[in-house]
């Protein structure tokens, strides 16, 4: 998929369907929180939450008052349905429109969360794109959740890879440890599970 057609895609999935019409949405986003307060990050850190769509994490950072998070994501629409349900507590927030295979970061990140975005990209390229882009531009931790190896193949109608905790870690190795792990079994709104896997690496070198 070009990508004119990923950004036609997700346009079109929040476009045209509501939170509770798509498989990922968490009302709350527990293991991610809970990384963060692990972390015992400074309210000053750099936080950049890559593929945020509407995601509610951005709610929850500005409420425990960090005051340095972008969002980034390949559908305005999706930056713009954040925006007004934030209202203006959406000032505080540096706002990213385009493919994460096009972003050329203009400063580095202490925090680099990944929700479901790297394991949408699915050819050698694209995956070391991904990587090199974490390499050059995050100077401590990494959180990132993908599909796990009992994940499905698919998600909202594109191919999807799964990774075990070996498998994610080997794609991070070379300058980042995985400290912790854990599957979670997410409740989609329409009853089904979808099997995730989440990581937090530290920066080794």
Known sequence: MMETEREQHWNNVYATKLPNQVSWTQAIPTIALNYFQLLQLNKQASIIDIGGGESTLVDFLVEQGFENITVLDISTI??????????????????IVTDILNFKPTQKYDVWHDRATFHFLTNHEHINKYVSLVNDFVTKHLIVSTFSTNGPNK?????????????????????????????????????TTQNFLYGCFNRIK
């Open 155 to 191: 998600c909202s109608g594109l191919q999807t890879m799964q990774y075990s905790a070996d498998s994610l870690a080997q794609k991070f190795n070379a300058n980042f440890k995985l400290m912790h792990h854990q599957l979670h079994q997410h409740q989609t709104p329409f009853n």
């Open 78 to 95: 999706a930056i713009q349905k954040v925006k007004q349900r934030l209202g203006d507590k959406a000032k505080k927030i540096n706002w």
